[in-house]
């Protein structure tokens, strides 16, 4: 995939805190596409992750901030997204939610953005501390999305994923699908917390559904200017991120990385088929009505 060169980027939906602040306990409260299953199987093999360097991100070291500023400076059109994996990620953000502030309008709601914040180590949030070990997370109590980016190199050399721009994008746009669900009110219908037909399992996959449908309509979603950002999506891309979903299930982390046992009664965000099956649904119809998990007999 590529992004248009003459696109503009708006890198104020994105504080950039790495550097800022040190490792710190691993927190609770967050939605996050694999942290809550990462802690599980990290209470089960009495470890930590520990995130590599190298990741095609900007790598800071100890006591060094980016900042915000910098990030500003550096990504200002699509023509940087394409040869920056900072920048890449500030677009498929800027993308997923022009669709969605698109969507909310064509049903007379208005979209809240909400703030990316990009963080190294570990960081403070509405929910509470949190390491880089919860993985991508969205809080509801502040309406704000977590990430270290060195988890995209975490997916492919722990949970052996293919790897790929469109995984990134898949990673954050289920991320904002949560935030969605925060805005709709859909996060307060959870009263389940983990099983195989749990309210937390149902919240996640509709989060991968509503990735999807981003991906759908990724090429038509226009930045302020006009000018879609993303110009091609191929079969590879979406193969990949689908890859990246098999890969985080969890039965497939369970059984992986926990020892080899699978307990369905621990499961908080769906088997890897069935994240599979409702980002599918998802891209396929291109239509949020389309990811009702909450509705669903089946799951998958």
Same mark, same amino acid.
């Given at each position: 995939?590529?992004?248009n ?9 994105i ?22 299953i990462?802690?599980?199987v ?7 992750v520990?995130?590599?360097?190298g ?6 070291g100890s006591?060094e901030?980016v900042?915000?500023e910098?990030?500003?400076s550096?990504c200002?059109t ?8 900072d920048?890449?990620?500030v677009?498929?953000?800027n993308s997923v939610?022009?669709?969605? #502030? !698109?969507?909310f309008?064509?049903?007379s709601?208005t979209y809240?953005p909400a703030? *990316?914040?990009f /963080?190294?180590? &570990?960081?403070?949030?509405g929910?509470g501390n949190?390491?880089?070990a919860?993985g991508?997370f ?9 990430i270290?980016l060195?988890?995209?190199r ?6 052996g994923?293919?790897g ?5 994008a ?14 709709l ?5 959870v009263?389940s917390?983990s ?5 937390s ?5 509709q989060?991968?559904?509503y990735?999807?449908?981003?991906a759908n ?5 226009p930045t302020?200017?006009?000018?879609p950002l993303i110009t091609?999506v191929?079969a590879?891309?979406?193969?990949n991120?689908?890859d990246?979903?098999?890969?985080? #299930? !969890?039965d497939f982390i369970?059984?992986e990385?926990?020892g080899?046992?699978v307990? *369905?009664?621990? /499961?908080?965000? &769906?088997?890897s088929a069935q994240r ?5 649904i998802?891209?396929?119809?291109g239509?949020?009505?389309?990811c009702?998990?909450?509705?669903a007999?089946n799951?998958?």
């Open positions: 995939m590529q992004f060169e003459d696109a503009e980027l708006d890198t104020s939906q504080s950039d805190l790495r550097g800022v602040g040190g490792r710190v306990a691993l927190g609770g409260g967050g939605l996050g596409i694999v942290g809550l990462i802690y599980f990290l209470s089960q093999l009495g470890g930590t520990q995130l590599p360097s990741s095609g991100f900007e790598d800071v006591g901030q900042g915000s910098a990030l500003k550096r200002r699509g023509a940087d997204a394409n040869r920056d994996a920048c890449r990620a677009a498929f953000i939610q022009a669709y969605w #502030g !698109d969507q309008a064509r049903s709601r809240r703030q *990316t914040n /963080f190294s180590g &570990g960081v403070r949030t929910c949190a390491s880089s919860s991508p969205y809080c509801p109590a502040d309406g704000q999305v977590y270290d060195s988890f995209f975490e997916l492919q050399t722990r949970f994923a293919s790929g721009p469109f995984v990134e898949y990673v954050l746009a289920h991320e904002y699908g949560h935030h969605v669900q925060n805005l009110g859909t996060s307060d219908r009263s917390r099983g195989p037909d749990s309210d399992v149902r919240l996640e996959l989060a991968d559904c990735a999807g449908a981003w309509h990724a090429t038509q979603v302020a200017s006009g000018k091609g191929s590879e891309d979406v193969a991120a689908l990246a979903a098999g890969r985080i #299930g !969890d369970q059984r990385l926990g080899g046992r307990d *369905t009664t621990q /499961f908080t965000h &769906g088997t599979q099956k409702w980002y599918s998802g891209y396929e119809s239509d949020p009505a389309r009702d998990t909450f509705g007999r799951l998958g």
